[in-house]
Structure formats: structure tokens, C-alpha cells
């Protein structure tokens, strides 16, 4: 007996994905009219027909967007989660949130998890694994995935990774500090070997030896408590140094409160420190924290509306993607003393990228 066609088979032949079909079929305002017609098409000319009953037992997962990340403590990813939930909540889909707390066998465990209900699509900040296989039962289950903010499987035609453009980040956050006359820059935190890590040192690295200073790097976990342990030992193994490049704000807000309990000055004459993302404390603390701007928010919209179109048009994303990133000079970074809390505070200058 002839095969009858299936859902994957009206995919097929629209040139949608197979959870755009679904869509259609649970007739979800969220799909173009004419995309609509063109799955409507594709179901006539294969003679598709819809089992209404069976499909309802599967739908609990219909219209919802998995959203798997790494780290939720740290205010850089609960911004972008926040603004990705509220963008895709905007156009009728759900999105179920999972912290995997950097542990790849619990990005495993919530990832099986959410295929199994059904969801439509898949965003994932990973944590770093070594053949954890949750990528492969993905790549079995045909879900559209995105890999956001690191990339850790290489088949970006299959999982296309977007990203802030963290290079030229920390290009110009090092050529602002050169611009300053610093000495000898150090670039602190990030743990050693691992691709974010790497793409952030990217830019110190190149502007130093475009500049001819030996670079010097102190690796870590991502964290104030190891950013608080680096003042004393800056201060201590490597007193010649007087500017630091973050890997991101944690570290830096960390090495300012330790600066702080050593009684060393920062900004001006101290020690000139710029940080990495631009969470809101960064302009909140004393003094204030220079770092490279993200535009995480926005980010985070940007992603929602790629997701959605490939999810109802059908438009694949590109392989790799990266938006624009600006550094914001506060006082931490600046040549003039910072003012005293209650004192006027000065403008925040941008440099864009």
C-alpha cells in the first residue's frame, strides 16, 4: 500500500519547515497569508490529510519556543532572555526557560526534555560539552536552532550562531586605553582555550602588537570574586600594569571592589579598568564602569525576529551573524579623577565600533 504524506512531505513541497506546516494546520494568526496559501498548496497537490484528533494529543508544545542558557545569574543573559521572551511573547508564541548553570549533562536532560514536548524551535546560549550529544538529537528531531552568544557545534548550517561582534569590542577597548597612554595593558578573566574567551582577547591581542607591547593575560573563572582576586594580584606580581581589558563586567565590577580594598585608585592616575557587556551597574557604581556596550536588549529582539521568520517564512538564518558593539567611557577608564558620589557627573561618551 501506498505511503500516505505527512507533515514533513507538505514541508517538503511548500519550501517551509516542518513546524511552519504545524502553524498552518493549528491555523496560528502568526503565519503570512501567503505563506499560508503556499502550505494550503503543497497539502493539495500531495493529498495531505489533516488528522485533527491525533494532532491534538501533540499539542501542548504548539507555538512555544525553547530557551536554553547557560549562566541566568549573571545579568548579561538574564537581559537577553528577558527581552527574547517579551519580543516573541508580542507574537503569540510561549517560551519555556531553562538555566543549565554551565553543567552540559543538565543542557542534555532540558534539551531531550523540550523536544519531547514539541516545541517549534530551539535558542540555545551553550554550555561548553564534548560530545554531550544534545546538538545530534536535534539535528534527529528537524527543530530550527539557533546557537546565540557562544558558539560551541560547528555546523552552523545546521545551527547558525549569532552573536555581538566581541572582536572589535575589545579592539577598541584596548585602543581607548593606548589612546590614554597606558603602559602595560592586561587583559583579566575568561576561562583559557575556550572560543568566547578567545574571541574576546581577539582584539587586545591584534591593536598590542600592532602597538608593540607584550601582551599579558590572567585567565578565570568569568566572576567578581575572581575579579577581586586579581587586584591584589596585580597589584602584587605585576605592578607595572596600569589599564585592564575585562572579559566581562563581573570581572571588572569584582576588580574595582578589590582595587577598592587595597586602597588603589581607579581611573585617572590608578589603575584604568574597562569592562565587557554593559549591564546596568556599570553605570550605577562609583566610579562608574567603562565597558564595551553589547546592545544586549535589542539582541535579544533581533533574535526573536529571526527565529519567527524562519520559523513562518521559511527565511534560514546565515551561517554566522554579529552586530555592532560601542564602548562606553565612564570614569573608570577616564584620564580626569572620578568625581565623588553627589559631585556632577560628567556625559557618557559613545565610540562605536
Known amino acids: 500500500m501506498e505511503r ?83 519580543a516573541l511573547s508580542a507574537r503569540g508564541f510561549a517560551t519555556v526557560v531553562a538555566n543549565t548553570d554551565e553543567d552540559p549533562r543538565l543542557q542534555a536532560q532540558v534539551i531531550a526534555a523540550m523536544i519531547e514536548h514539541g516545541v517549534s524551535a530551539l535558542i540555545i546560549s551553550p554550555a561548553y560539552a564534548d560530545g554531550d550529544g544534545a546538538f545530534d538529537a536535534i539535528a534527529r528531531a528537524g527543530i530550527p536552532t539557533m546557537q546565540v552568544l557562544r558558539k560551541v557545534d560547528a555546523r552552523v548550517e545546521l545551527f547558525p550562531f549569532a552573536a555581538p561582534d566581541y572582536l572589535a569590542g575589545s579592539r577598541i577597548a584596548t585602543a581607548h586605553l593606548l589612546d590614554g597612554k597606558a603602559r602595560r595593558i592586561a587583559f583579566v578573566g575568561g ?13 587586545y591581542l591584534e591593536v598590542l602588537k600592532s602597538a608593540g607591547m607584550p601582551p599579558l593575560t590572567l585567565f578565570g573563572r568569568s566572576s567578581r570574586s575572581f575579579g577581586r582576586d586579581v587586584a591584589r594580584r596585580l597589584a602584587q606580581e605585576h605592578p607595572e600594569v596600569d589599564a585592564v581589558v ?52 535589542g539582541f535579544g529582539e533581533a533574535i526573536a ?28 577608564s577616564a584620564l580626569s579623577p572620578a568625581p565623588r558620589p553627589g559631585s556632577p557627573r560628567h556625559a557618557e561618551p559613545e565610540v562605536p565600533s
Do not use: H
Open 191 to 203: 576561562l583559557e582555550g575556550r572560543s568566547v574567551t578567545q574571541e574576546r582577547m581577539a582584539g
Open 305 to 332: 525576529a529571526t527565529i519567527l521568520g524562519w520559523l513562518e517564512d521559511g527565511r534560514v538564518p546565515p551561517p554566522e551573524s554579529r552586530t555592532a558593539v560601542q564602548l562606553m567611557i565612564r570614569d573608570s
Open 4 to 86: 500516505r504524506p505527512t507533515i514533513i512531505d507538505v514541508a517538503r513541497k511548500a519550501g517551509v519547515s516542518k513546524s511552519t506546516v504545524s502553524l498552518v494546520l493549528q491555523n496560528s494568526p502568526s503565519v503570512r497569508e501567503q505563506t499560508r496559501q503556499q502550505v494550503r498548496d503543497a497539502m493539495a497537490e500531495i493529498g495531505y490529510v489533516y488528522n485533527r484528533a491525533a494532532a491534538n494529543l501533540r499539542s501542548a508544545g504548539a507555538g512555544l519556543i525553547g530557551l536554553v542558557i547557560n549562566d541566568l545569574r549573571n545579568p548579561f543573559f538574564t537581559e537577553f532572555a528577558t527581552s527574547l521572551q517579551m
Open 246 to 297: 575585562c572579559f566581562n563586567d563581573l570581572v571588572a565590577l569584582g576588580l574595582i571592589a578589590g582595587c577598592a580594598e587595597i586602597g588603589r585608585p581607579v581611573g585617572g592616575a590608578g589603575l584604568r579598568v574597562v569592562g565587557f557587556d554593559d549591564i546596568e551597574e556599570c553605570s550605577q557604581i562609583w566610579p562608574s564602569l567603562s565597558s564595551v556596550r553589547c546592545g544586549i536588549a
